[in-house]
């Protein structure tokens, strides 16, 4: 699933460069909305990141695509392979941050709960797009 972000001003940190904090909030809720397209009517708490690579700064006013893919399926966590790209001027796309989130599957107390063995993820198994 792709989604797209705008950089503000309001994003950056004191160097003029995006602030961190805001890219991990956005990969955060990103991944959280494709594993509830991909498990319609599941609740999911954020259990893990990893593997954090920012590999490329980022200025206001640049558009970034989020792509966020399932990675794994357990009997009640999902993983997700997210990548964050920007387009260049000669119209490819260049990798900017990457990393793999994990979600686990609740219910309405909060606790654990198995995901339903019917469910299919709406959006097909792809290969990851976090590279390494």
């Not at 989604?3 to 990103?30: A, C, I, R």
């Not at 063995?117 to 290969?127: F, L, Q």
Request: glycine fraction near 6%.
């Amino acid at each position: 699933m792709d989604n797209y972000k705008l950089v503000h001003p309001g994003h950056l940190n004191h160097h003029g460069f995006l602030f961190g904090g805001n890219m991990l909030k956005w990969v955060d809720e990103y991944a959280y909305i494709a594993a509830c397209a991909d498990f319609p009517n599941q609740l999911f708490v954020t259990v893990a990141m990893d593997q954090l690579q920012f590999r490329k700064r980022v200025r206001s006013g640049e558009i970034l695509r989020f792509r966020s893919l399932l990675a794994d399926r357990g009997k009640s966590s999902v993983r997700y392979s997210v990548a964050v790209t920007r387009e260049k001027a000669s119209g490819e796309h260049e990798e900017i941050f990457a990393t793999h989130i994990s979600y686990v599957c609740v219910d309405e107390t909060g606790e654990k709960k198995l995901l339903p063995r019917d469910v299919v993820p709406a959006v097909s198994r792809n290969e990851s797009p976090v590279t390494g």
